[in-house]
């Protein structure tokens, strides 16, 4: 089963929105991250968060993390059509291994 | 700098055919990863390299094996390909610290097997 599941599966937005997509999981994390998919690629890193640390911040994107509800959220402010990708949450988990397990990812699509 | 780089990109495999999915990193990276992706299941983990000479089974290690014989270097085979290994397989590295595990993809390879 796996360790991170994007909610929702798809979010279709007007360029100049905010998009917001959410991340729950099961065990016990060492850090959460996001990644981003365009059609047809490789996963490029975004942002990490630690299991101490409850929010983040880089450019546009915003992360928070609740360890108590075990769920994260990634937050894409002013959005473009070039954000539109696929999106993944991906955590380790805390049993002293390095494993990194991935969502199913959330389908953006943000309309020009 | 190439970072993470797959051959083939594309291959078509009849059913009971092999073949070898390469993958060459020039980051000095010490973890590497073979993934699969399919629709609607995101990427599961296949098989896992910690260091040189080393591999490990990851959620769906049956019918591939793996080998590491030098550390930028990690080999996906497939000995006997099926068709429900039809997927896009993405082959990955990292340098694991202090909990900090950024992973670097490369840019997939598309297998279909008929």
């Known amino acids: 089963s796996q360790q991170g599941e994007e909610d929702p599966q798809a979010l279709s937005i007007q360029e100049g929105e905010n998009a917001t997509m959410n991340c729950s999981y099961k065990t016990s994390i060492n850090n959460l991250q996001w990644y981003r998919q365009n059609s047809g690629r490789g996963l490029v890193h975004l942002i990490l968060i630690r299991s101490n640390e409850r929010e983040k911040h880089s450019g546009r994107l915003r992360v928070t993390l609740d360890t108590s509800k075990k769920s994260s959220s990634l937050l894409i402010t002013a959005s473009r059509a070039a954000d539109t990708a696929s999106y993944f949450c991906?955590?380790?988990?805390?049993?002293?291994?390095?494993?990194?397990?991935f969502g199913a990812g959330t389908r953006l699509f943000v309309k020009a | 700098n190439a970072g993470v780089t797959q051959t083939p990109k594309f291959r078509v495999l009849k059913t009971g055919q092999s073949m070898t999915l390469l993958c060459a990193q020039d980051m000095n990276h010490e973890y590497m990863y073979w993934y699969r992706q399919d629709p609607g299941m995101g990427l599961r983990l296949i098989h896992y390299s910690v260091g040189e000479g080393t591999t490990a089974k990851g959620e769906v290690p049956d019918g591939y094996n793996v080998s590491r014989l030098k550390k930028q270097n990690f080999l996906l085979g497939l000995e006997s390909a099926a068709p429900s290994q039809t997927s896009v397989y993405f082959c990955?590295?990292?340098?694991?610290?202090?909990?900090?595990?950024?992973?670097?993809f490369g840019e997939g390879s598309w297998l279909t097997v008929v």
């Open positions: 990955a590295s990292s340098t694991y610290r202090q909990a900090r595990n950024t992973i670097y």
């Open positions: 991906a955590t380790d988990e805390d049993t002293g291994g390095f494993k990194t397990i």
